[in-house]
């Protein structure tokens, strides 16, 4: 699709910058992506955010998002991309933002820059600064296998990193932990390996450009925030310089 160019108008003093944060399922991108949010007033998009935004808005592309969803498919890249290029094109965006599962693909990465390059952040064209939070795989099954939480007081608790003082039981009521199907081993063993599937072109994408910035997800979450809010001032630094 044709990208439009946009054109935000912020202090000039202020420096914007585009996020993009990779990593597995159970890597800790949600964690990191609040406290980006809250370290630099910058939204926190997701596809899924903007697809259930047009279709509770019911937009045009809300509704043909919506039939194809209805009938199980993904929805493809020529109705997701228009409105994620709305929803960069708004003015919460002007300081920068961060995508939290977008692109996906390489494709939609390619399309993301031609977007980018024809926007002005601050009076300046900026690159995104891509941050991949890489866990090993068996400390994600720990993760995400090990989760339980509890249907009285959705207490979240894990059984090998944060267990309950009792076994299986919550701390705050006493009742039963129970583990979603969706995290059972089978199945978090396949959505790891369709991960990288999917990703590892993505990562390659983004390496060969010399963005990606690399992060030891199994660092206590403090140190993941640190050594990531250092690569995005990093990257503002060097735009900044006109180095990017």
Known sequence: MAVNAVSYRIPRNDVAVPVILLGAPGAGKGTQAKRIAARYGIPQISTGDILRENIVRNTELGQKARSVMERGELVPDDLVLPMVADRLSQLDCAQGFILDGFPRTVRQAEWLDEFLRNCSL??????PVVVSINVGYNQLLQRLTGRRSCPVD??????YLQPPKSDCVCDLCGTQLVQRKDDREEVIAERLQSYQRQTLPLVEYYRRQGRLREINGELAADQVAAETFAAIQESAASAAAGGA
């Open 154 to 159: 959705q207490k979240i608790y894990n059984i």
């Open 122 to 127: 601050g009076g300046q064209t900026i690159p």
